[in-house]
Each structure stands twice: as C-alpha cells, then as structure tokens.
C-alpha cells in the first residue's frame, strides 16, 4: 500500500472524527482546501474506496445517516483492549501525518522522546504474537553491571512515561517481571514456544497499577483530595480509569481502586500541593515520609 494511499485514509477518518457528523459536500469543501486535492475534487468512485480502505485499516465503521446523508464513525461502545488499541494507532497514525506534513514550522514544535520504541519494539512484538521467548542483556539502573542472557516469555506490552515495557514471566526466576526496552541489549528471538497460562489475564493483572509496577498487594480504594485548579487536570486527563469523582465543601474527592505503589505515590508528589491523600492512612504515611526525607535532604546542605 503506498504512503500517499494510506495519507487520503487518515484525512478521511481525521475529518470525519472532527467534524463528528459531515455531509459529502463538506467533505468535498474540505478536501480541496487540503494539500492532497493538488486542487482537484474527490470522484465518487475515489471516496467509495478511501472508505473502505480506512474501514481496513483502522478496525471502523464509517456509516451514512440516511434521514441527514451525513457521514459518521459508528462507536459500537466496545472498552476492550482491541479497541482502545485502535484508538491509539488512530491518534498517533493522525499525529503523525499531521507532522509530516508540518515540516516548515518544524523548529517550533517541541516533541518528547520516546527512546525505547526505536530498536525492539518491532520484535517484542513478534515474540508477543507468536508466543516466542526473548533473549537480552539487561542493564538496570540499581546495579552496576548488566544481568546478562535474560530469558523472558512476553505476557503484554505497556507504555509509561515514554517508556516500553514488557512483562512477563522469567524462565530462570519462574517470576513475573517487567523490563523497560530502553534498558535492554542484544535482544533477539528465541525460537522455542511457550504455551501462555490460560489462567493469566494480563488486563486484570495491570488493571489495579499506576505505572508498569504490577507487584504491589491487593488493591486499596484511594482517596485524594484535590483543590479546583488540579481538579480540572484530573478531569481532562483521569488518573486511572477507576476515577469518580465527588465534590465535598467545595474540593473534589477523587476515589479510585489501585494498588499502592511506588509510582503511585511519585504521581502524587509530583500534583502536590494541590492533591492530598486522604485514604488510605498507609498511602498518606508513605508520601508524608518521602516529603520528610526531601526535606531532610535539603536542610543537610
């Protein structure tokens, strides 16, 4: 499939999901203000085919409201793991056209890095689908020389702070891990299967984590107390999927179930002074005592 092929689905799709509904005129009007007219309109037969091709693609459904002849992107309502996987595709697949095609004014888009994806990605998941082990060095930060010959059956991928990871089970240790691609070397594929536990559901298993630290006990309704201004960042952009939120004398509580983690309680330095933990006590007393120690770090100065 050619490059210039894929660019008309993604303009479709794009403008379809900003216009939210949008007659074939509008999308004529719009196609020949794009760079990809060449300032030529849309034949009937093209659009027909720009459709199902990003139908193809992105795992859609563009339907046409027959009482209005406006064309939209069905949402079947579907919260699986595929689903939001194709979402992400999307957004980033638009992000990046949208920056191709943004190159005069390159110097004065600021992006962040993401290292890990570069290198093994691409065979992680490989592994990944064909159920195959992966060999690497592994350079942690809390030791001073690389583990070397890790050998890791991949159980599912998450990205954290621009950050790949992948977890899954340890062939020496017989433990659940998880590693970060950016800290890994001579990684290849090891060409000896592995049949996954039928008993492991990674999504329930990273479900009640913030961030890739999955060994973190049972799960704890945490309660944050959060003053308006932080309130609305949580509100753009949740926390955790398992946020509610409820206003009480003016501050809003934010609940959740999680796990209570050393990521979680980083998080939560970080939102301060506008989130307080209010529940529960053992979360409170360990970001209280992180607070201690950095003070202590600076006063020792």
Known sequence: MSGKLVNRYIWLVDTIRRYGRITRPQIDNCWMRSQLSDGRPMPRRSFANYRRG?????????????????????????????????????????????LTNSRDVADRIFLEDVPSARRFLAPVIDALRQHLPVRFDYHSYTRSSPTPGVVLEPYFLKIF?????????????????TYALDRMSELSIVADPFRPDPAFDAAAYAAPSFGIIFDGGKTHRVVLRVDPVQAKYLRALPLHPSQHEYVHDGM?????????????????????????????????????????????????Q
């Not at 998080?267 to 202590?296: F, T």
Request: proline share 3%; aromatic share 10%.
């Open 161 to 177: 702070r621009q950050r790949w990871y992948v977890t899954g089970r340890n062939r020496a240790d017989k433990r659940i891990k």
């Open 54 to 98: 990003a139908e193809e693609m992105f795992n859609i459904e563009i339907k046409c409201d027959p009482s209005t002849f406006e064309y939209y992107i069905e949402d079947d309502g579907d919260d699986s793991k595929t689903a939001r996987v194709t979402e992400w595709l999307l957004n980033s697949t638009v992000t990046n056209d949208v």
């Open 252 to 300: 809003s509580l934010f609940h959740y179930d999680m796990r209570i983690t050393r990521d979680l309680v980083d998080h939560i330095l970080s939102l301060s002074p506008g989130v307080i933990v209010e529940k529960p006590a053992q979360l409170r007393d360990m970001v209280i005592e992180r607070l201690i120690n950095s003070l202590d770090a600076y006063e020792s």
